[in-house]
């Protein structure tokens, strides 16, 4: 596997990335941080769990790897591997090692995904041993100060083949997202959008009315992020109906007939 395809490595900047906090889930990655906890992020698809990470990696100061879990993820790609380079065996640490050694904050994103040989090297990183073995080169590392694990799941999508163990799940604090209410929707949306607050406002609406047909016509409500989408398009000049459709109805379906029901909620909702 490519590892550059999945990681992606941002250095603790200066200024913290936008994130609007919903309750004390700030204060909570903190005091999981200074004590050397794993962190548990639970919630759907879009909702800021990733922004969430990297803003509290840049307050904290400390560099962070991000890895996006897919069902072809095994433990090598996380710790590193043998490769060849100039006719020499080298070994090449992966992201999880690196922020081992680093004291860096380490967060795999929907870790359900992953193959099961990597729970089992969550295990002792996670328990008061805070140690990584590495059985390819004999080493055991132990976590530098600051190392932190964090992972992400959405309870929505499991299914039996596909879900946390218990074993698992309670070897970490955990944190439950949702989507925003909609005052603080609306904040976020113009915030990263720059659209003004009344369009803004109803797009949130929108969005409310979506989400309320979850587990009927709809598998997924629309996330944030596809309403920060639609606002950047209508900031930018896209007629409302054109950005709504591509932003916050085609990605939801691909029924025709339930797609015409979702543009009636449009009308109902900007006239
Ligand atoms: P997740 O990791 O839960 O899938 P993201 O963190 O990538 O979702 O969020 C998607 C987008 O939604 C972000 O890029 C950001 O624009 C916006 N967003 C959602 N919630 C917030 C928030 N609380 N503060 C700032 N931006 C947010």
Known sequence: MDMDATVSMEKGAASAPFYLSQ?????????????????LLKGPTGCGKTRFVAHMAARLGRKLYTVA????????????RYLLKGGETVWVDGP???????????????????????????????DDRRTLPIDRTG?????????????????GYQNILKTLKPSTRQRFLSLEFDFPPADLETEVV??????????????????????????????????????VYAATLIAQGMPVGRAIEAAMIEPLTDDEDVKRGLLDLVTAVFG
């Open 23 to 39: 309750g004390d889930e700030c204060d909570v990655f903190e005091a999981a941080h200074r004590n050397g906890l794993p962190v």
């Open 69 to 80: 879990c897919h069902d072809d993820l095994a433990a090598a790609d996380l710790i590193g």
């Open 139 to 155: 080493e055991e590392l132990m976590a530098a100060p600051g190392f932190m694990l964090v992972a992400s799941y959405n309870p």
């Open 96 to 126: 999880l090692t690196r922020a081992v050694r680093e004291g860096a904050i380490c967060y795999l994103d929907e870790v359900v995904e992953a193959r099961k040989d990597v729970t089992v090297v969550l295990h002792p990183l996670t």
């Open 190 to 227: 113009c915030e990263e959008s720059g659209l003004d607050h009344g369009r803004t406002a109803s797009l949130v609406r929108l969005a409310g009315k979506l989400r309320a047909l979850k587990g009927q016509d709809l598998e997924e409500g629309v996330s944030t992020r596809l309403v």
